[in-house]
């Protein structure tokens, strides 16, 4: 499967994120991504690779058409209902594990919003939360994380360009997102720590960060490392002492 870099570095962010996971103590699936470049009707594109996740009688289902397939109503609307954080999370997970029968869904959507916070990833929604069905034996299971390609200021052709500031990526992305952001801070307060990270991630991936955004500005460019090194003080208590 491939996906091409379509508002900025999308692919890169997905190699990056799937790399962290591959280090950490993530007890959930996840798609493992690599960097690619895609041909395309004569043309060249940035990009990522990955191999197909779902198997024999398989399909992936958003949570938002797993709802409405229930309860004919919208997800996203319902869960804008709720005011406090807590309350749409825990209607959330509730509706799921009734529906499907998971057990651990909570657990699992812990994680991936504890991924999304610390890369601060502005496309999750109820179509890119999902889990997957068997046809053959009509049972659900969980979905590997997948969709992180708009973290980190991925989209540089239009909100956050590469020569930017962090403090100026940082105001945009609190202004365009705050029910995001309200989520990722109630889980910081609650200290969830669905899974760990490596103690030794922090300088390692701010270098990388610092190259290879460098590539694409074609010059230094530090705001994505030193975002990295801001992140990692705020989530101290993913890391692993």
């Known amino acids: ?49 990955s191999l197909d996740f779902l198997k024999a009688n398989q399909i992936l289902i958003p949570l938002e058409k797993l709802y409405r397939r229930y309860t004919g109503e919208s997800l996203a609307v319902k869960l804008s209902d ?23 869904f909570g657990a699992y959507l812990t994680a991936m919003l504890e991924i999304d916070a610390f890369f601060m990833n502005e496309d999750r929604h109820t179509n890119n939360i999902a889990v997957i069905y068997n046809e053959k034996t009509q049972k659900y299971e969980l979905s590997p994380f997948f969709d992180q390609g708009l973290c980190m200021f991925a989209d540089i052709n239009q909100d956050y360009p590469i020569d930017q500031s962090l403090e100026y990526c940082l105001e945009k ?48 460019n530090k705001t994505r490392g030193a975002a990295v090194k801001r992140q990692m003080r705020k989530y101290g208590y993913l890391m692993k002492k």
């Open 1 to 49: 499967m491939y996906k091409a870099d379509y508002m900025g570095y999308e692919g890169l962010s997905e190699v990056l994120v799937s790399d962290l996971l591959q280090k950490s103590t993530c007890p959930f699936p996840f798609v493992e991504y690599e960097a690619a470049v895609i041909e395309y009707n004569g043309k060249i594109f940035q990009g990522c690779s």
């Open 82 to 104: 709720f005011a406090d954080v807590s309350e749409r999370i825990q209607y959330l997970v509730t509706q799921v594990e009734e529906i499907t029968k998971i057990d651990n």
């Open 173 to 220: 992305i609190e202004a365009k997102h705050l029910a995001l952001i309200l989520i990722y801070s109630w889980m910081q307060q609650k200290n969830c720590m669905a899974f760990r990270l490596v103690s030794n991630l922090p300088l390692r991936y701010s270098d990388i960060l610092t190259e290879e955004f460098g590539k694409l500005s074609q010059g230094s």
